[in-house]
């Protein structure tokens, strides 16, 4: 009896220890995934153009393998062959890379730019597929993408892959202040341009008329604080279940202090004039000039080689970028009334014309088409930089004058 107590007694330890062993086994691997800390990265605007909006990041930590990576889908190099070429064709190339955190956060520290981190309520299994996914897109095959500013780029990719990742759907609530309000592509751009106007002029003659067309909550997204936001408020339907998409939200740079005192540096460097004020005082050049040429009754053919060969100069640059170009905001751009190729090709007409003092029909048609681009600005269906209009009173003064001169001459 005492034999079969004891055999039953080593059975039932042996039991245990087995059973507590595949245990621990169990565990292991999922120790490691709960240890994971996934987070979105937003960073604040900087001083050059391409980082007037700000960027978006991933942070991807690992401590038990003494992983903290940063995944950019932001990386480009001026150095490509034909970069400018390419990026006006709507072809440029931008890629993911991954870099140290620590490597990350001192060069926005070292240029000014704030980082804020959103850390991700993912569960282990969530965490895994979001790793997998990073992983799989870094790979030499995969890393490369076609940038695209307002639908595919370094905020809309990280967005994209973590709604891949989540089991559910991420529900992004709107803000109730904003509920009548409705954003353009480029109400937002003017946001972020404001205080860099001549990099806003710039982007306004580019963009077209589908620049202006209301758009959704999900196409702000470009934008990395709209991101931010939406992130913010967010939350993961799974089921009958719902969670929060971001448990906590932390400032991880801190640069107020540097940016305030950059903003006391900047106050201190000269003057530099608007597009609207340049535009203006070269209007009033034109106009006095005009005015002394028709009393002298001179075409001052200079004046027009100079205005209408830029405005021909500008024109190419829209047509091109209208017809050929990929990217879809440059189309239907109807500055084309104003800087249009014709300017540049019919030039030596123009002058000839002047010098001759015969009378243009380029002219006429210049002044009709002009005068009603003006009469009728506030009813195009785009919205133009200021600067556009006393631009457009310089070539349709100067068109008057050619007509004025050529009719009195045939008195």
């Not at 245990?16 to 120790?31: C, N, V």
């Not at 997998?132 to 695209?148: D, G």
């Not at 195009?380 to 006393?390: G, H, W």
Request: charged share 20%; aromatic share 14%; proline share 5%.
């Amino acid at each position: 009896m005492m034999h079969i107590v004891k055999i039953i007694l080593i059975t039932l330890f042996l039991a245990s220890t087995h059973t507590l062993r595949a245990a621990q086994e169990e565990e292991t691997p999922q120790a490691p995934v709960d240890s994971i800390r996934l987070s979105l990265l937003t960073c604040a605007p900087g001083e050059e153009i391409y980082s007037l909006f700000g960027h978006t990041a991933i942070r991807y930590e690992n401590p038990a393998r003494g992983i903290d990576a940063v995944f950019n889908y932001g990386m480009f190099s001026f150095n490509t062959p034909n970069f400018i070429l390419r990026f006006a064709l709507g072809q440029t190339d931008y890629e993911l890379g991954v870099s140290n955190y620590e490597r990350f956060a001192s060069e926005y520290s070292y240029y000014g730019r704030s980082v804020w981190q959103q850390n991700l309520n993912l569960t282990p299994q969530e965490k895994q597929k979001l790793v997998a996914l990073l992983e799989a897109n870094y790979q030499p095959q995969n890393r490369v993408y076609r940038y695209n500013f307002f639908y595919d780029n370094c905020a809309t990719r990280p967005r994209d892959i973590i709604e891949e990742s989540v089991a559910g759907k991420v529900i992004y609530a709107a803000d109730p202040a904003d509920a009548n309000q409705t954003r353009s592509f480029r109400d937002i751009v003017h946001q972020y341009t404001q205080g860099h106007p001549w990099a806003q002029f710039g982007i306004d003659l580019c963009i077209g008329s589908e620049a202006d067309r209301p758009i959704d909550d999900r196409q702000t997204m470009f934008a990395p604080f709209y991101l931010m936001n939406f992130f913010s408020t967010a939350h993961i339907a799974e089921n009958s279940r719902s969670r929060s998409l971001i448990t906590d939200t932390e400032k991880i740079v801190d640069c107020e202090k540097w940016l305030a005192t950059q903003e006391s540096e900047i106050e201190k460097e000269p003057y530099l004039p608007t597009p609207l004020q340049v535009a203006l005082a070269l209007f009033m050049l034109t106009a006095g000039a005009t005015i002394y040429g028709l009393k002298k009754k001179k075409g001052l053919w200079g004046i027009d080689l100079v205005l209408f060969g830029t405005a021909g100069i500008a024109g190419c640059i829209l047509a091109f970028l209208a017809l050929f170009s990929e990217h879809p905001a440059v189309t239907s751009n109807y500055l084309l009334l104003v800087f249009h190729p014709g300017q540049l090709f019919c030039l030596p007409f123009i002058i000839h014309a002047v010098r001759k003092k015969k009378r243009s029909w380029y002219h006429l048609f210049n002044f009709i088409v002009l005068t009603f681009f003006i009469l009728l600005f506030p009813l195009i269906p785009q919205r133009f930089d200021l600067a556009v209009v006393p631009l457009a009173l310089c070539l349709l003064i100067r068109s008057a004058s050619n007509l004025i001169l050529t009719y009195k001459h045939k008195k």
